[in-house]
């Protein structure tokens, strides 16, 4: 049976705000990815997932929607949209976008009219509870602050929950009422044709309806990371038969941020539930092997043997950019591309990371994220002079380093670039089916290394990362060659490979005779 596009696809997250600017206000917009549609194609991914684009007041840069339904003017309007994915449809480029679920902007009118009065109509699509106003109701942190999850109501006199700003109330997913609303978003978007959804937190949106207390030991935790309901299990269901009565395979990516695989697998319910989970342990690992391996072997332990399909990250619009967090290395950047595309699963690369950027340095008075997470959303640097291929030099954020060389303009021309190695790496993707879809298999290797073989039906490939700074010595029976290296050039390639450099990394195959 043939695989569904997404199991053997590769995303590319933009976030647009950082991504093309064509209106120049200094944020990017719909008509600036639209703009950078050939460069996607040239480069070889075979799905977008665009970050919210959504009217907001952006007190969360578009993760407070105040409209599900309705594109943000900072980035364009509905015929934006359109024209975008009838041109990336047009090139075989997939879209899926980003889904709020979780939580509304206090701005969205729905929670303008529950805050009214407490007999108001979507009064009972947020979450309140009474109490006194010196004391929330339960012990819940709210994310990007030491605060509770509740803010007070002078006005009803009543707490409302906020698992993040308190400018991002949480929607009720008991509400039969909200949960029909919250279908028709993803119907309006279904209809308009897009391939799919990320959505966001999607383990929190059902709640155990006692609220309560989390144990002492966890309680400075953001509730966010710990909330894991079984609620959530009967909603994901829906949506689920809601994707597949649309014909075209409709996919969902779930942000399941719970930091235990165990607990991240049960989302994928019976195949019933989402489609894939992002997991974000491989994304909180360092550059080292013994890491990876455990990474790796919980990852075909819990979903890929549990016929879950697995996704891979490095980085995303949350967190350090990976280039950064494994210190800065060029060459660590170029092998953990082989990671990334070489290991069973959909990976998913965030925009700016084929080009080797690390966080831009934003000093404290730039910065604009309560979140703190400025340095990994600088704007993308598009040619080698400035204003770097935006409208203008000073735009929301300031650059990322070494922008004169990291960009498309500058590394298209070279044949060594990191870009150009992905590029490669996406093509080998292309021809060999291994690398898409085929069975994984460690191969004996020595302390510092990992190696391993995919296959599928009598194509090979054999993946080898040295993570160590010393030179290693890599052993194998049979004749293999060296299809991909991440320092090498082609004139460079020897028939057998012998020792792998410094944090180098190898794409071999069988040899021909
Ligand atoms: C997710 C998003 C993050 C956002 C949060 C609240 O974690 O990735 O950017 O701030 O949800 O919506």
Redesign the pocket.
Known sequence: MKNPWWKEAVFYQIYPRSFCDTSGNGIGDLEGIRSKLDYLHWLGVDALWI?PFFSSPMR??G??VSDYCGVDPLFGNGDSFRQLINDAHARGLRIII?W?P??SSDQHPWFIDARKDRNSRCRGWYVWRDGSPDQPPNNWRA??SDRPAWTWDAHSQQWYLH???AE?PDLNWSNPELVAEMMDTLRYWLDLGVDGFRM??IHCIGKDPALPDVPQAVAKIPY?ALNDHESTHQHLQSIRSLLESYPGDRVMVG?V?LLNARQVAAYYGQDDELQMCFNFLPLFTSWDAVAWRERIDEVNTLFLQQGHWPTWALS???QPRHRTRYGGSEHRARAAAFLLLALPGTPFLYAGEELGLEDAEVPIDARVD??G?DGCRAPIPWSAEPPYGWKQHDNWLPWPPDRGERNPEVQQASDTSILQLYRSLLAARRNHASLRSGSFEWMPSSKGILFWKRELAGDFCYLAINFSDQPQRLQYEGALRVELSSQRTNEGFGESPGMLAPDEALLLIPKKD
């Open positions: 970050s969360d840069y993760y407070d980003d709020v979780n939580h994310a990007f698992l993040f700003l991002q966001d937190v966010c942000e941020f995303n619009h949350d309560p979140g997470r």
